[in-house]
T-cell receptor, first 113, second 114 residues
Framework: AQTVTQSQPEMSVQEAETVTLSCTYD???????LFWYKQPPSRQMILVIR??????QNATENRFSVNFQKAAKSFSLKISDSQLGDTAMYFC??????????FGAGTRLTVKP | DADVTQTPRNRITKTGKRIMLECSQT?????MYWYRQDPGLGLRLIYY???????NKGEISDGYSVSRQAQAKFSLSLESAIPNQTALYFC?????????????FGSGTRLTVV
């Protein structure tokens, strides 16, 4: 079974600074997808970024980027120029092809003014 | 209107009561899922359905049942609610087959069993 581990239950960062959230996963699959979801206090789940395992290039979405290390089974999220609106729970998730998604326990990020 | 609608948004129920959480979607997706979220545990899969005639148990299905009434509707039932079923419940959809762009989530149902 695939497992997803987020080792940082809570993190904080000053506004405008950069923060990196860690995620590791365990799988024997070669083809899969990885995701980061944001859950603000409204509790809505919002897709932040997505990475296909067969692509070596790291995904980026504006201020959000990932460091995907396939051999190390690591998928960290970097948030640049942090904003107060980035305060949220962040979930790392793994999905095999045509299968269901498995989530980590989450990291609560607080952006301080 | 939201792509994935969950009702109710919040619910308080008593131990032993039967309760149904409902989910409907306008995405036209075949695949639908029910997850529960607990602090420190993330989201865990309860049941999923890849089409109307397909129902599968997830990792924590005990105490729950589901019904896929139509492509657009997928309901979750707690036959006899217990306090440790207090959680935030999410419905999600994905598709079409052959793509993996992640899920579209509903806004969640916060269930409290007293």
């Amino acid at each position: 079974a695939q497992t997803v581990t987020q080792s940082q239950p809570e993190m904080s960062v000053q506004e405008a600074e950069t923060v990196t959230l860690s995620c590791t996963y365990d799988t024997s699959e070669n083809n899969y997808y990885l995701f980061w979801y944001k859950q603000p206090p409204s509790r809505q789940m919002i897709l932040v970024i997505r990475q296909e395992a067969y692509k070596q290039q790291n995904a980026t979405e504006n201020r959000f980027s990932v460091n995907f290390q396939k051999a190390a089974k690591s998928f960290s999220l970097k948030i640049s120029d942090s904003q107060l609106g980035d305060t949220a729970m962040y979930f790392c998730a793994f999905m095999k092809l045509f299968n269901d998604m498995r989530f980590g326990a989450g990291t609560r990020l607080t952006v301080k003014p | 209107d939201a792509d994935v609608t969950q009702t109710p948004r919040n619910r308080i129920t008593k131990t032993g009561k039967r309760i149904m959480l409902e989910c409907s979607q306008t995405k036209g997706h075949d695949r639908m899922y029910w997850y529960r979220q607990d602090p420190g545990l993330g989201l865990r899969l309860i049941y999923y359905s890849f089409d109307v005639k397909d129902i599968n148990k997830g990792e924590i299905s005990d105490g729950y049942s589901v019904s896929r009434q139509a492509q657009a509707k997928f309901s979750l039932s707690l036959e006899s609610a217990i306090p440790n079923q207090t959680a935030l419940y999410f419905c999600a959809t994905s598709g079409p087959t052959g793509t993996n762009y992640g899920y579209t989530f509903g806004s969640g149902t916060r269930l409290t069993v007293v």
